[in-house]
């Protein structure tokens, strides 16, 4: 069926390293949205993406959208402490039960920063 | 402090009962939406709310229901629990009603425990 995939699901980074965080549907999206989880937190929104190829920032925070509407990316420059905690990207998949779109959220991927 | 208030903030409950969770959307927004966090199932959603009408629905269990009221807050009721059940469940509000591209506002979550 259709999903939202993300990986890696752990990743441990190195203070002031950078890393990639990759989000990837089985069907196109009309749009793609990405949410931050600090430990014992709440998720809470970072970003919409909504044209093919956009490409957003935030400060050391890169969001990119695929050409194809299918994948997306954040991609996160010099990690700092702050950065911990679980990144999801989530997209809206059609639900033939209920003929609507529900936003269906990608497993997470758990950042740890080695100071 | 997204404005999304949930309560109870824990609650520890034995197999075969029933409980109830609260959730009070943002100021304005119509949409409440469902979700259960555990650690092999990711963020799950449950069932979308708008402006007192369901929306849409999830992976929800037949034991497992919700309503909005007048005044837009929500309540998720659980019943004949199972220790499969404990997790951490969310409530999330949005302006408008469409989960596809709405934005949505996080609360701190309830965390349940069945033993």
């Known amino acids: 069926g259709q999903q939202v995939m993300q990986i890696p699901q752990y990743q441990h980074v190195q203070e002031g390293e950078d890393f990639t965080t990759y989000c990837n549907s089985s069907t196109t999206l009309s749009n793609i949205q990405w949410y931050k989880q600090r430990p014992g937190g709440h998720p809470v929104f970072l970003i919409q993406l909504v044209k093919s190829g956009e490409v957003k920032k935030q400060k050391r925070l890169t969001f990119q959208f695929g050409e194809a509407k299918k994948n997306s990316s954040l991609h996160i420059t010099a990690t700092q402490t702050t950065d911990v905690g679980t990144y999801f990207c989530?997209?809206?998949?059609?639900?033939?039960?209920?003929?609507?779109?529900?936003?269906?959220f990608g497993a997470g991927t758990t950042v740890t920063v080695r100071a | 402090d997204s404005g999304v208030t949930q309560t109870p903030k824990h609650l520890i409950t034995a197999t075969g009962q029933r409980v109830t969770l609260r959730c009070s959307p943002r100021?304005?927004?119509?949409?409440v939406y469902w979700y259960q966090q555990s650690l092999d199932q990711g963020l799950q959603f449950l069932i979308q709310y708008y402006n007192g009408e369901e929306r849409a629905k999830g992976n929800i269990l037949e034991r497992f229901s919700a309503q909005q009221f007048p005044d837009l807050h929500s309540e998720l009721n659980l019943s004949s629990l199972e220790l499969g059940d404990s997790a951490l469940y969310f409530c999330?509000?949005?302006?408008?009603?469409?989960?596809?591209?709405?934005?949505?506002?996080f609360g701190p979550g309830t965390r349940l425990t069945v033993l």
């Open positions: 999330a509000s949005s302006l408008g009603r469409l989960a596809s591209t709405d934005t949505q506002y």
């Open positions: 100021s304005g927004d119509l949409s």
């Open positions: 989530a997209g809206p998949l059609f639900s033939q039960g209920t003929n609507d779109y529900k936003l269906s």
